[in-house]
């Protein structure tokens, strides 16, 4: 399993560049943040870069590094544009971009911006995904042909030009998904599903995926299985893991929908200590996930999360 990290905490830009060359030094995967315009859980003033300028200042200032977002909010861009985008990019940073898309949720996007235009706030959640499902054969086409045509309800496209193609030849494209027709569309028309989540709620997610590839003649071995996690905790002592599950289990932990167990969360959230955590990894890794994106908590400054990166490389993926 190869681990990407996300971002978004180092806030400023020099502090995602600074989070992302130290991933890159440490050998991991990627570098990844979210795709949205205002804070998620904070003061909507408080400063908060737009993702694909962020994203693309990183990509050129790493070398290995591949660089994403998690997820790309559909109804953010035209996706012929941003089939566009995606190439420029790739051709800019040489290749080393990840494509997952997602539908869009966040109301105060939606409205702030008028997304949709004629102040029409908010799609119903089937539009929602019925425009990811076009969004999707249009970055496939686009992406994969110099000169596209499509025709569908939302978007039509007439001999649209895409020169350069990217450096990535058949680029994967990947989906975010939270509900069964969503994981249904990553497994017929996508190379890949990510899914944000504690071990159940991924699991969950596959018992859809996996019929649907079967049903579309795929296999899970050349699906790209990934995972979303911007709450994992790495604790130092087993007495700080009792705590942290206590308090868990008490709330509202992303995942389980409300209150649950000490053993619930202990089983299931990835979240304890590195003996803890590679158990849990590998339980992720033989249902056939072959990326975790995650940022290692406790940290609260660009320092700390470097230094909780560098003991999470070192205690938990040297020992997967």
Known sequence: ????????????????????????????????????????????????????????????ETKRLRVGHITLMNSMRNPAMLAKMISTLENMIGGRY?????????????????????????????????????????????????EFSFEGRYWKLKNAINVPQ?????????????????????????????????????????????PALDKAGKRMDDFFFSGFDHSLVLTDTEEEYDALAKRMAGGRAF??????????????????TPEALVGKLRKAADMGMKLMIAYVRPA??????????????DEVIKQL
Request: with cysteine; charged share 25%; proline share 5%.
């Open 98 to 146: 990840e494509v997952i898309l997602g539908g869009g949720w966040m109301r105060d996007e939606y409205e702030g911006y008028d997304l949709m235009g004629r102040g029409r706030g908010v799609p119903s959640p089937k539009e929602r995904v019925d425009r990811a499902k076009e969004a999707v054969h249009i970055l496939r086409g686009m992406l994969n042909n110099e």
């Open 166 to 210: 990217p450096v990535q030849k058949n680029i994967r494209i990947s989906i975010g998904a939270r509900k069964p027709r969503m994981f249904r569309i990553s497994a017929k028309y996508c190379d890949g599903v990510n899914i944000q989540g504690p071990l159940p709620v991924l699991e969950n997610g596959l018992s859809y995926v996996l």
């Open 300 to 313: 609260s400054n660009v320092g700390e999360s470097k230094e909780r990166l560098t003991k999470f490389r």
């Open 255 to 272: 995942g389980f929908g409300g209150p649950t167990s000490v053993e619930n969360i202990k089983e299931n959230a990835f979240v304890g």
């Open 1 to 60: 399993m190869d681990f990407g990290y996300f971002i978004r905490p180092g806030e400023s830009y020099e502090g995602m560049l600074d989070l992302a060359r130290h991933a890159e030094e440490l050998g991991l995967y990627g570098a990844f943040l979210n795709d949205h315009v205002v804070p998620l859980f904070k003061d909507k003033k408080l400063p908060f870069l737009e993702s694909w300028t962020a994203i693309t200042g990183i990509g050129l």
